[in-house]
């Protein structure tokens, strides 16, 4: 919570007018992060047949676009955001974000001003690049809450913060707690890997020369340096997502992994996207069209997964005690780790009708 307001307070909308803020995030499903540039005509001709194939469409207005087409790439989403049917507001099937420009550069407030009264009912979730700390929460906030009154809106639009500076993340606790509106974070690779002087030129992923390498074998007792060693390369970001994970469990709002840059090679793309799963994450970013089905497979729990939990849940009956169950002990602790995968399936079901048809067919042994 914001150390400047108090608990009574943190709740009260910013502006007179505004929409009162949440006490909970909404959990709608958000396994993929579409980005498109809205002022690439190939991809905005691209984005109406999109819609429920993914469940956000972020329109970027940041890096990626040419400082050229700023004012192009802000007026096409307005137009998107118009035209397309069942994009964005509370009820269709893909939700609309944006990534406005960082609050340093000359389009940061021209984003704001353009978007909310143009397209503020439409809009769901706003990304915020290169958040340093809970001021930058806080000036958002207050402009969202004036703006969104002048335009009469009747639901605040949400923030997400991009982990993109060292600053970033040694403050990501206050970030996470600055403000109501606060929907989750994303790591951003590239731009944090330059902010700490890491030598990693990837946009996310790992890097071969991280890694550790096996102890070397013993002759008569003595190590020999010269045999032929494996080696495991290590995952450069496992640090960053974990205390992103922790930040946002605590606040109660909720993590997603970023860009992963090599398009060509999806299947280092999928593991990088598991790991941040399986570490907590609910959803990620995709840049490219083929990157969307990756991160559907990897962020909607199995069917074996959900198999199993169900067995879990039907075996604990009212949830208390221990039980055995395939020679393996389950308690209240883990009936809880099943019932996240329970719940993010149902989830998941209501908005995926062939998840949904999946997970209708397991039988519970
Ligand atoms: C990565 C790309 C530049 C690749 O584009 P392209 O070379 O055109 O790819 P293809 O020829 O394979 O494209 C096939 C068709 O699909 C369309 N397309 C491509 N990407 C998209 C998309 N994202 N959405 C919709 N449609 C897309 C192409 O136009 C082709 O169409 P057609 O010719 O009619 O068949 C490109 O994918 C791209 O620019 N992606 C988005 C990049 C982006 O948003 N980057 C910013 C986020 S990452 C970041 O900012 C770093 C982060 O902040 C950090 O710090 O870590
Ligand atoms: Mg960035």
Excluded at 36 to 58: C, E, Q, R, Y
Excluded at 85 to 90: D, I, P, V
Excluded at 142 to 154: I, S, V
Excluded at 293 to 315: T, Y
Aim: with cysteine.
């Amino acid at each position: 919570m914001s150390g400047s307001r108090s608990a009574k307070d943190f709740f009260r909308p910013l502006a007179v007018g505004a929409p009162t803020p949440l006490t909970e995030i909404p959990a709608r499903p958000s396994r993929a992060i579409h980005f498109f540039d809205p002022s690439n005509p190939k991809m905005a001709a691209k984005i109406p047949d999109m819609v429920g194939t993914v469940d956000v469409l972020l329109g970027n207005l940041e890096d990626a676009v040419k400082a050229d087409n700023k004012v192009a790439a802000r007026e096409g989403l307005v137009e998107i955001a118009r035209k397309t049917a069942n994009l964005g507001g509370q009820s269709g099937p893909t939700q609309l974000w944006t990534r406005i420009n960082s609050l340093d550069s000359p389009w940061a407030l021209d984003d704001l001003t353009t978007l909310v009264p143009a397209i503020g009912d439409k809009l769901d979730v706003i990304m915020v690049p290169k958040v340093q700390g809970a001021e930058d929460i806080h000036y958002v906030d207050r402009l969202l809450a004036q703006l969104e009154a002048k335009a009469g809106l009747d639901r605040p639009i949400l923030v997400h913060a991009i982990l993109e500076t060292a600053r970033g993340v040694a403050n990501v606790e206050e970030i996470c707690g600055a403000s109501p509106r606060m929907q989750g974070l994303s790591l951003g690779p590239a731009d944090l890997a330059a902010d700490r002087r890491m030598k990693t030129t990837r946009v996310g992923g790992g890097h071969p020369g991280y890694l550790v390498r096996e102890d070397p074998p013993k002759e008569n007792g003595v190590a020999n340096l010269e045999a032929a060693r494996a080696t495991y390369q290590q995952d450069l970001w496992h640090y960053t997502i974990a205390r992103m994970v922790d930040a946002c469990a605590m606040h109660g709002i909720y993590p997603y992994y970023g860009p992963f840059g090599d398009i060509a090679d999806t299947t280092a793309c999928e593991d990088q996207f598991r790991n941040a799963f399986l570490l907590g994450c609910v959803g990620t970013w995709s840049l490219h069209p083929k990157q969307i089905a990756i991160a559907n497979r990897v962020f909607s729990p199995s069917v074996e997964d959900i198999a199993h939990a169900r067995r879990v849940v039907a075996a604990m009956g009212d949830g208390t005690g221990a039980v055995m169950l395939d020679g393996k002990m389950e308690d209240d602790a883990s009936l809880k780790q099943c019932l996240v995968m329970v719940k993010l399936a149902e989830q998941l079901a209501a908005i995926d009708p062939e998840l949904k048809k999946q997970y209708d067919a397991i039988e519970v042994a």
